[in-house]
């Protein structure tokens, strides 16, 4: 038989042959690699080592000064969340006490020093490549265009995960040695949900640093945009905020009850425009089950430690109600940033 007679073998030659496509996981290469790269960095080593000294330096002194509170209250259903919402002096402020450690509570330095995670995971991720002439030659290699930036940003979340979830559970630990309150069930997926929420925020900071990167040419200039973005959400958002506030719903000497609401609702509305302010309000809620409808104060906090968990709280489900807003804006800002910084590069031209 002859390739031109009929037959099985005559069709198997006459069809035509594949397309070569490039492989349809070329993502996960990517991300591999730069995965790889992330965990053996020097960046990856100090920000690893200072986020867990400082969680761990606010977690140890918190626990102190809630033990010698706290000192007639054997177990507490919510006693082991204050660890990580509570500080010292907030504690030693409400009960005129001296606080061991002037230090800031957990979430309240992860809030601050966590972003640094993202900003450095993605401040070089595109514009490195190009300064280095290897952005040519990746994209040269059989996979998508598209598989380049989001190999590199699960990467970079995939290390702020690593690595913020092996602080939480040293430090974690660490707390329950030295409060001596075993968590519960509740107490634990409270705290797993937190975790999900912190790398969903600290991921808006890598879309963030991952956009600066690809607009902008060089690694410095994307890391100044970043940092400086950082600084104005985290540092200066709250003294911002005040100024606002004061400026356009003051309060008098003697504060009526509609200017104290006014200056309340323009206050509460300026802090939930800002990614840190966002946080903030979903950490209380979701860590502090007695957050019903509004946000405790450290006092209210504060009695909870001496006095125990009152009748009404909020199981966990009912938290995830009062929370949701919030956690569906830091998951929005995130989307945005990523599809803006997917876009730019998708048009950008690259020349070898």
Known sequence: MNASTPGPAGAARARPRPENRPPSGGWRIVAAKELADHLGSIRFVVLFVVLGLAGASAVYSVSQQITSVAAGVSTGQSLFPLLFTLSASDIAAATQQTANTPLPSFVTLISLLAPLLGIAFGFDAVNRERADRTLPRLLAQPIYRDDVINGKFAAG????????????????????????????????????????????????????????????????????????????????????ISTVVGLLAPLS????????????????????????????IATQAILDPHVTAGILTIDQRVAVVQQGAPGSILSLDQSLLVVGPQVLAIVALTVVCFALAYIAFMRQEVRA
């Open 253 to 280: 000497a003697s504060p009526t009850n509609s200017e104290v609401i006014a200056n309340g609702h323009l206050q509460d509305a300026l802090t939930r425009i800002s990614p840190d302010g966002i946080f903030q």
């Open 157 to 240: 979340l995939a290390a702020i995960g690593i690595a913020l979830g092996a602080v939480l559970v040293v430090i974690a630990a660490w707390g329950v040695i030295q409060l001596g309150v075993v968590p519960t069930a509740e107490d634990v997926a409270r705290l797993v949900v937190w975790y999900v929420v912190a790398i969903v925020y600290i991921g808006f900071w890598l879309a963030l640093a991952t956009l600066c990167s690809v607009v902008m040419r060089r690694a410095a200039s994307s890391a100044l945009v970043a940092i400086s973005a950082w600084l104005v959400f985290s540092l200066f958002g709250s003294l911002l």
